[in-house]
């Protein structure tokens, strides 16, 4: 059996649950979205609202979230995996918004008690008409770089040590949410 390193789910969020997650998430203050090494916005151009997976409002989100993850890494990776150590983010790319190449793990705690990112998940949550650019690039290997599908609703989720990248948005908002569930540091 060929393992995935992308896998992905058509509509697992509902237009009925995209549309209570885009009013329940006005109630939630926005941030710029920043790095590790600091806020660098010709690198990371983002407006971030970050929720807490037990949110009373969003925890839904949460749940479709871990359920698809776990069962992916399953079936596949069987990676470590213990849950959210960190909030779920909704993102916001407006024009000229973007995220050059990047992991989602944190290289400084590998060797570390603190939990370390595993799977990376994202939802969307726009129809791909009501943007131009924003595409999200994974790659995967030398010739099969993985762009996720654009369809509002749509769920992947990919080892967190995969480089990626969104494009620059050229019209229109994209909007996402974007998680990661994680485990004790890789072994």
């Given amino acids: 059996m060929e393992i995935p390193q992308v896998c992905h789910m058509q509509r697992a969020l509902s237009d009925t649950q995209i549309f209570t997650v885009l009013e329940k998430i006005k109630k939630i203050p926005s941030q710029d979205g920043s790095l590790t090494g600091g806020d660098n916005k010709s690198y990371r151009s983002v407006d971030v609202k970050a929720f807490e997976a037990n949110n009373k409002e969003l925890e839904f989100v949460a749940e479709i979230v871990s359920s698809f993850t776990q069962t992916v890494n399953d079936k596949y ?99 996402s949410i974007v998680s990661w569930l994680s485990g004790d540091s890789w072994k």
């Avoid at 400084?108 to 726009?126: A, D, G, M, V, Y």
């Avoid at 290997?141 to 480089?163: E, T, W």
């Fill in 77 to 175: 990776w069987n990676f470590d995996i213990k849950g959210f150590a960190e909030p779920l983010q909704f993102l916001t790319y407006k024009k000229g918004g973007k995220y050059d190449s990047h992991m989602d793990i944190n290289w400084e705690n590998l060797n570390s008690k603190r939990p370390n990112r595993k799977i990376t998940t994202i939802i969307q949550l726009t129809d791909d008409d009501k943007y131009y650019g924003g595409d999200l690039k994974i790659d995967v290997d030398n010739k099969n770089d993985f762009f996720i599908p654009r369809k509002k609703g749509d769920i992947v989720c990919f080892p967190s040590f995969l480089l990626h990248k969104v494009f620059p948005i050229k019209k229109g908002v994209r909007h």
